[in-house]
């Protein structure tokens, strides 16, 4: 059994910066797809980034250029979020799924974070 708990949220003026951490333990499927999803009120859960079993990465255009994913050797899992804008504003989430990102969809991952939420005022 995988357990995911994200950490680092917070809130932030806009323009700020906020570093986001997920925990990973259990039993670690290998190949998996780790990623970061967010959910603002009211919005459907949307993808942010994720990273494959060989490293690849993919950032929509509207965090690109400003989020950066990375993994340290413990499966453990970060976002580096920098030049924030209120509409970053969501509850922010860390998945796994077995095998690749794609296709990037919430409901292809198996294992899911609690949540950390991120505030950023204007």
């Known amino acids: 059994q995988v357990q995911l708990v994200e950490s680092g949220g917070g809130s932030v003026e806009a323009g700020g910066s906020l570093r986001l951490s997920c925990t990973v333990s259990g039993h670690i499927y290998k190949p998996n797809c780790m990623a970061w999803f967010r959910q603002a009120p009211g919005k459907e859960r949307e993808g942010v980034v994720g990273i494959s079993p060989v490293g690849n990465t993919k950032y929509p255009d509207s965090v690109k250029g400003r989020f950066t994913i990375s993994e340290d050797n413990s499966n453990n899992l970060y976002l580096e979020m920098n030049d924030l804008k209120p509409e970053d504003t969501a509850m922010y989430y860390c998945?796994?799924?077995?095998?690749?990102?794609?296709?990037?969809?919430?409901?292809?991952?198996?294992?899911w974070g609690q949540g950390t939420q991120v505030t950023v005022s204007s």
């Open positions: 998945a796994l799924r077995e095998g690749y990102c794609y296709p990037f969809r919430p409901a292809g991952f198996t294992f």
